[in-house]
Nanobody, 124 residues
Framework: VQLQASGGGLVQAGGSLRLSCAASGRTFNRYAMAWFRQAPGKEREFVAAKWTEGNTYYADSVKGRFTISRDNAANTVYLQMNSLKPEDTAVYYC???????????????????WGQGTQVTVSS
């Protein structure tokens, strides 16, 4: 599967953005989808995941502010980001794989397919 992320930009603290990740292929509904992010000088970290059966998982740092959703008919996963903070500034990557168990959902090596990343900058 090929992934194309979009929707990043510059926003003031407290604002909102919605990221999209469009996937190719006809079996999108079989893929677990996730978002990771990488801030300058830091390691890539887990943000959120949406499993095939509908379960969602979030990093503690974004719980209550970010929402991950998927539209299987449109082969797209979204990340709605509200109440953005300067520390949310990062390149955001979508990821996917045909995984069954959500164990280790926050681990990069679980996902074999990655999008190119979209920059999110939150100004104070």
């Amino acid at each position: 599967v090929q992934l194309q992320a979009s929707g990043g930009g510059l926003v003031q603290a407290g604002g909102s953005l919605r990221l999209s990740c469009a996937a190719s292929g006809r079996t999108f509904n079989r893929y677990a989808m996730a978002w990771f992010r990488q801030a300058p000088g830091k390691e890539r970290e887990f943000v959120a995941a949406k499993w095939t059966e509908g379960n969602t998982y979030y990093a503690d740092s974004v719980k209550g502010r970010f929402t991950i959703s998927r539209d299987n008919a449109a082969n797209t996963v979204y990340l709605q980001m509200n109440s953005l903070k300067p520390e949310d500034t990062a390149v955001y990557y979508c990821a996917a794989d045909l995984v069954h168990s959500p164990d280790h959902y926050d681990t990069q090596r679980m996902y074999g397919f990655w999008g190119q990343g979209t920059q999110v900058t939150v100004s104070s």
